[in-house]
């Protein structure tokens, strides 16, 4: 594996990044020399990435013995229960103990290893942490090649709206699938249903199933999407052609469809460009008009570009106060996180210094158990004992003041170029960590007026900033574990950040090529709204 330099490990008081491929340029590491930050919570997504590389599937389905999976029910149990600090966050222990023993009883026989990845999914989404899953990313090429990149792949791109697949872009050989187009069912199983099936093992924080439901559209910006990957083991089917009954827009009856499925290869053709190339910039800034300036930023996982977006972001603010632009919108729509870069879009919009809310930062042990040290994994070695800045325990909490010696929260000062106008962010559930704090932030201090639905992530605090990779020896999978949980002074809703103005994109605005986000965001620039708060 290759070493993640410790320049590009960056970790603030705030921001936990998301585990998903938002963290595209973390390279797999175990970090060979102590280092002062941990790093981003979204390194695991890429950690282990080469070994995911794909490798021909097997001929035949790897069998696991019942005895190796009932120890790696072990191994899973003793990490999580001493080590996750979010396991009780929404579940009590007799909740937990349940689906533990639920996840025993499954395993309690030989089984094909994409079965034993299936119910280890439904246990891990029973925590309902956003950072808890056997991550795509990070399972050993062997595995990534039998359960992660099978030739099921359905030939569209399609949003969830009110609950109903919507196809966005049509692959298939049927011109039929236009975009608008609902599918109904997939042989024979109605749209609504195969959702409310996949919904369980769809990583998110506490009851957001918004981010639930926006894991599982198919869009084409991951690597691995997450209905890829869930749909196929929980409604397998043989052969390569799939019987659809669809709804194109403008018509008042159905039709079927017979398509043919995509290659993994195939699939992976199909998707967008990768916003972390680390060949140059993933952003961009234009003028829609000389009285409205749009900033885009699908990522900020850029741990390892060498783009120097915060000579970028400089050079933005600097542009636009010297070409007085009344309005600016910026597009965080898709972003899960990354780096902690919100901090400095703030910087440029606030006139003084900024307080940022104050989280405590939880672990649940100051060394990791010796007999857990074979199976766990990590870019940073000093994760294995957090030493004195540990303080505690209290109520089963190390207090973890290495990150969190501010008191009162982050603190920001004004950036030499501050925006003077008006600013509106879009954004939507796909917004869970990095994103979130940047939103949160933005809306309590009334820098920005938050346009589209809510976000994802968790008003109650998130789990990330530090991970080991679990390791479960007998069926070879991995499973993330987060090691530091956010917990807010004052109780707060088990929800995400509810925007300003909600717009929710329609059918016919997808079947028009309508940006129902980005339509609004200008009408409110051009109507002249106050902004949020005013």
């Known amino acids: ?123 891990l989404g029973r925590i309902r942490c956003g950072h808890t899953y056997a991550n795509f990313y990070n399972q050993r090429r062997a595995v990534a090649a039998e359960i992660l990149q099978g030739h099921d792949r359905l030939p569209f791109r399609f949003r969830w709206i009110d609950r109903r697949m919507i196809v966005t872009r049509n692959f298939s050989t049927d011109p039929r699938l236009v975009p608008g187009t609902e599918i109904v069912s997939v042989d024979g199983v109605p749209g609504a249903t195969i959702l409310a099936r996949l919904l369980p093992v769809s990583r998110a924080d506490g009851g957001n199933d918004a981010k639930r439901i926006s894991n599982l559209e198919v869009q084409g910006t991951d690597r691995y999407e997450a209905f890829d990957v869930y749909y196929p083991l929980f409604f397998p089917t ?74 970028y972001l400089d050079s933005v603010f600097t542009a636009l106060d010297r070409q007085p632009t009344p309005d600016l919108i910026v597009d965080l729509r898709g972003n899960e996180g990354g780096l902690d870069i919100g901090n400095e879009i703030l910087a440029h919009l606030t006139s003084s210094d900024l307080r940022l809310v ?25 994760f294995a004992n957090w030493g004195a800045q540990a303080v505690g325990p209290v109520d089963g909490f190390y207090r973890l003041v290495r990150y969190d010696d501010v008191p009162g929260g982050d603190l920001i000062r004004p950036a030499p170029h501050r925006f003077r106008g008006r600013v509106f962010v879009l954004v939507g559930p796909a917004n869970s960590s990095a994103t979130f704090q940047f939103a949160l932030a933005a809306q309590q201090h009334k820098l920005a007026t938050l346009v589209g639905q809510p976000t994802g992530g968790n008003r109650r605090g998130i789990n990330g900033g530090a991970f080991y990779f679990l390791r479960l020896p007998h069926s070879g999978l991995e499973a993330d574990l987060p090691l530091i949980g956010t917990f807010p002074d004052t109780p707060q809703p088990d929800a995400g950040i509810d925007p300003d103005v909600l717009v929710t994109p329609s059918v016919a605005d997808i079947a028009r090529g309508v940006d129902s986000e980005l339509t609004a965001a200008r009408a409110l620039a051009e109507a002249g709204r106050p902004p949020a708060g005013s």
């Open 358 to 382: 104050a989280y405590q930062r939880r672990v649940r042990y100051r060394r990791i158990p010796d007999d857990l040290r074979p199976y766990l994994d990590t870019w940073d070695t000093t």
């Open 1 to 123: 594996m290759s070493r993640l330099p410790t320049s590009t490990v960056v970790v603030t008081a705030l921001a936990l990044t998301s585990s998903s491929t938002a963290s595209a340029q973390v390279s797999a590491t175990v970090s060979s020399a102590p280092s002062t930050a941990a790093a981003p919570a979204s390194a695991p997504a890429q950690a282990s990435a080469q070994a995911s590389a794909q490798a021909p599937a097997p001929a035949t389905p790897t069998i696991v013995p019942a005895a190796g999976l009932q120890a790696d029910v072990r191994i899973l149990r003793s990490a999580y229960e001493q080590m996750h600090p979010g396991l009780y966050r929404y579940n009590t222990p007799a909740g937990i103990d349940s689906a533990f023993t639920a996840l025993a009883t499954a395993l309690d026989h030989d089984l094909p290893l994409a079965d034993v990845y299936r119910e280890l999914s439904i246990f």
């Open 238 to 311: 043989a052969g390569l052609e799939r019987m659809l009954r669809a709804l194109p827009p403008g018509r008042s009856d159905t039709i079927t469809s017979r398509v043919t499925v995509l290659t993994d290869s195939q699939r992976k053709s199909t998707a967008a460009s990768d916003p972390t190339d680390s060949s140059g910039s993933p952003w961009s800034t234009t003028w829609i008009s000389p009285r409205l300036a749009l900033l885009r930023m699908p990522t900020w996982a850029l741990y390892n570009s060498h783009w120097d977006w915060h000579r």
